[in-house]
């Protein structure tokens, strides 16, 4: 039945700043402090007092605006959004409503069939977050906390350009990771520092006509914004499909059943009054402030994506692994400045590296061997001085146990360099052949296949420091040849 209705999605996205102060007041701006200790009087709008712009804010804004490609408004003018709520003690909101900080600009994300998906954004703007109500501590009273009002806040809203709750998942899985690597805003879902609103509609396929927006909220993860989005296609399309009419109206996601429920009808929809606010100036953005941001954007995953699979010829599976996290990537970075073997490289970040990562519950930041050290092993592992084997199950642990142990000093205790001098292979050969005179034979007469028993002896006989590739050319040797 859902397949013949095409789903239409955009998306809203609050995305709050890491700045350490609030919006338009110096109030603290962290998260975990007493209940209403970070208000001073202009955060409580008191009669008299005056916001201020926060300048790291504008320079947040930009950042994710060139990171977007966005065009950026240079005079910047702020509006009152009023409406009356108990968490929000001004009575209105200071946000921006006909003059965006930015227009335009896209997200770009790799789908999983691995093409590249563009998503333009409608704007990107300045706000202030309100206060939190608490309704489940007090089993008579709903109470407030105001240290979240004033916070710094930027909306993000998407063009009606995702077709698929995928798409949707991968979208906010990419915003997230954007603001992660610009820093300024933690990204973390659960606690509310990135927050999703998804509009969603349906349309017959082949028709151009949106139909009817419905929009959720409430949902604290990627997970759930994709859930979201799975059920209501699914209902908005039984309900066109057993003739019912669907309404304009904001629709609230529970995580427990899985489902939508009526919030409030378009009708009973506030009436903002914005207008502009009348104690903020316009802010002129120049552009040498814009060019001093754009010098401190770092690379961004798309481009060390690109890097890596172009320039370092990894596959786009390494690609995403390594850039998923941007300090995962810096560490990666910092690698292949010390080896140029760029596929050994990345192949000790995603196995050895993220194991110790997932089994420790640990971040990069926290891992305990200098990439200096990591080039090491694999320059030894190239010059066949050690096995991998060694190198991976003996050496790596050692050195996770001891981190500022010296790699030669391990190397000799553990005795772990490899035999490849032939004179010193050459007796381990002999005797793996006087062990079976007999499949000498057999593998002259033509059974090809019984080197790798030789070779298995020959490691054996060394304690498994033959060099297996030394090694495997003795054998070839001996036995095409006779000793
Ligand atoms: P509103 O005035 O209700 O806030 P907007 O036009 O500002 O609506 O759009 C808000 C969000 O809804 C944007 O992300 C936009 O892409 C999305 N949207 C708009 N129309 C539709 C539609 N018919 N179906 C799905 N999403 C839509
Ligand atoms: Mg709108």
Redesign the pocket.
């Known amino acids: 039945m859902t397949d013949k209705y095409e789903?239409?999605?955009?998306?809203?996205i609050h995305i709050q700043l890491s700045t350490d102060s609030k919006a338009y007041s110096s109030d603290p701006a962290s998260y975990g402090a007493p209940p209403n200790t970070h208000v001073s009087p202009i955060t409580l709008g008191h009669p008299g007092t005056l916001p201020f712009v926060n300048k790291k804010v504008l320079e947040f804004a930009i950042k994710l605006g060139l990171a977007c490609g966005c065009d950026l408004r240079r005079e910047n003018q702020y509006a009152r959004k009023n409406y009356f709520y108990a968490d929000l003690p001004k009575g209105y909101q200071i946000t921006q409503d006909t003059t965006p900080i930015c227009t335009g600009g896209e997200i770009s994300f790799k789908t999983k069939d691995g093409a590249d998906h563009k998503v333009r954004l409608?704007r990107i703007h300045m706000e202030e977050d309100a206060g939190k109500s608490i309704h489940d501590q007090d089993p008579f009273n709903t109470l407030i906390d105001l240290n979240r009002a004033g916070v710094a806040l930027l909306e993000m809203?998407?063009?009606?350009?995702i077709r698929s709750s995928e798409e949707a998942n991968l979208f906010v899985t990419e915003v997230r990771k954007l603001v992660r690597y610009l820093e300024i805003c933690d990204g973390n879902m659960e606690e509310g520092s990135l927050r999703c609103?998804a509009?969603?509609?349906v349309?017959p396929k082949g028709t151009k006509k949106?139909?009817?927006?419905v929009?959720v909220k409430n949902m604290n993860s990627i997970k759930n914004v994709q859930r979201a989005i799975e059920y209501e296609i699914k209902r908005q399309v039984e309900v066109l499909e057993s003739g019912g009419t669907l309404y304009?109206e904001t629709r609230n996601f529970d995580a427990v059943s899985g489902t939508t429920t009526a919030m409030r009808s378009?009708e009973a929809?506030n009436d903002y009054r914005y207008f502009p606010e009348p104690d903020l100036g316009p802010v002129i953005i120049t552009e040498s402030f814009i060019e001093k941001i754009r010098s401190l954007i770092p690379a961004l995953p798309a481009e060390l994506f690109k890097k890596y699979t172009e320039e370092f010829g990894l596959s786009s599976y390494d690609a995403t692994v390594l850039t998923e996290n941007k300090d995962f990537a810096l560490y990666f970075e910092d690698l292949t400045s010390k080896t140029k073997n760029f596929k050994s490289a990345a192949n000790w970040m995603i196995g050895p590296v993220k194991s110790y990562l997932n089994e420790n519950a640990a971040v990069i930041n926290e891992f305990p061997i200098e990439s200096s050290k990591i080039a090491e092993i694999i320059a030894l592992i190239d010059n066949n001085k050690i096995s991998f084997t060694a190198g991976t199950k003996q050496l790596f642990p050692e050195l996770l146990k001891n981190p500022g142990k010296d790699i030669n000093s391990i190397l000799i205790e553990l005795n772990l360099i490899q035999e490849s001098d032939a004179n010193s292979l050459k007796p381990y050969v002999a005797k793996a052949m006087a062990m079976y005179p007999d499949k000498v034979i057999e593998y002259r007469s033509g059974k090809k296949g019984l080197l790798g028993l030789f070779m298995g002896e020959v490691m054996k006989l060394s304690g498994g420091k033959a060099d297996p590739k030394v090694a495997s050319k003795l054998v070839k040797e001996a036995l095409d040849e006779g000793i």
């Open positions: 789903p239409v999605i955009g998306l809203e409608t809203v998407s063009e009606p350009d609103d509009n969603i509609s349309r949106f139909g009817t927006k929009e304009q378009k929809a």
